[in-house]
């Protein structure tokens, strides 16, 4: 795909792992806990072609979940419609994944299938709900599914509820059709507003409760921010709109983090000042600094006298 909507995708994969578990989970069934080791392995592949120099392909995210059972996965983002093309796209891809950690013993080649999903961004009524594999081989056929995430097919609610985090710079997608009604109509425009603040909320909440971390939040509202100014460029009011909200709310974000930064180092200080006056044992100077005694005995070994 090659375009801001797969840089998104890859990113929100790469720096904020832990939230591909609850996808994985809702997509295939699993029940990963959160606490599984993840391994996500290289996405530039060589396509060997005939009577062709070999091709470069590049998958979206492609890892390995160390649960009860080491399983590999192969997830892809799409942002155009069905055509057909993904579909093989997809094969070529699993099939050099496999290829990759593929095993020779005594002339015997065991290659390893991903668990393999897209996620379409934009889709139309006759989207089916899967793709499928059918390989015909001497030995006999093989055949499964590939199922199809619809970013249009999850609410607020449900994603809010099931923690699919990931989904959340992508959810624009689900108003693309509105965009000339929100752009010309304020009413409108102050729905999809409060739509959007409410996913601040929500996240501001999950921030508060320690679910996500600042690093997660600030990553999910930068890539919103990306995707409405990608997918929203031919609509000002609505870039203003939506867009100038992700844009003011990392702001605040960021202003936030410096100023917790700030907080953090003045604490110190005033920890640091109670160890070198000597008068305070090391459990009422966390009391009073607002440290951990772990933060306060380190400062102690830290200290020069």
């Known amino acids: 795909m090659g375009n801001i909507y797969d840089g998104a995708f890859r990113t929100i994969l790469n720096d904020c792992r ?10 295939f069934g699993e029940d990963y806990t959160g606490n599984e080791k993840i391994e996500f392995h290289p996405n530039e592949h060589f396509i060997d072609q005939q009577d062709a120099a070999n091709q470069e392909r590049i998958t979206d995210t492609n890892f390995t979940i160390f649960g009860k059972i080491k399983k590999k996965y192969h997830l892809e983002c799409e942002s155009s419609l069905p055509d057909g093309r993904m ?5 070529e891809y699993d099939a050099q994944i496999a290829l990759d950690e593929g095993e020779v013993i005594n002339e015997t080649l065991t290659v390893t299938f991903p668990n393999t999903a ?9 989207t089916p709900d899967k793709m499928r594999y059918v390989v015909k081989t001497p030995g006999g056929t093989v ?3 590939v199922p199809i995430m619809k970013i249009q097919g999850y609410s607020l609610e449900y994603i809010f509820s ?17 965009f000339k009604v929100y752009n010309s109509n304020e009413q409108k425009l ?3 507003k409060v739509e959007y603040q409410d996913i601040l909320n929500r996240l501001d909440k999950l921030e508060q409760e ?3 971390g600042a690093f997660d939040k600030r990553t999910i509202i930068e890539l919103s921010g990306d995707v409405i100014k990608e997918i929203a460029q031919k609509y000002e009011n609505v870039q203003k709109g939506i867009g100038g909200m992700m844009s003011g709310a990392l702001l605040e974000t960021e202003a ?3 100023l917790n930064r700030g907080k953090d180092e003045a604490k110190k200080e005033t920890a640091l000042r109670m160890l070198k006056d000597g008068e305070l044992p090391i459990d009422k100077i966390a009391k009073y600094s607002g440290l951990d005694i772990a933060e306060i005995k380190l400062l102690a070994g830290l200290q020069t006298v």
Do not use: C, W
């Open 18 to 27: 832990q939230m591909v578990i609850p996808v994985l989970n809702e997509i």
């Open 87 to 91: 579909t093989i796209r997809l094969f």
């Open 118 to 126: 897209v996620l379409y961004l934009r889709t139309y009524m006759k």
């Open 143 to 145: 055949e499964y599914d």
């Open 162 to 178: 099931k923690g699919l985090l990931l989904l959340i710079p992508f959810y624009i997608f689900s108003h693309e059709k509105n």
């Open 190 to 192: 102050a729905e999809l």
């Open 210 to 212: 320690g679910i996500i």
């Open 256 to 258: 936030r983090t410096i």
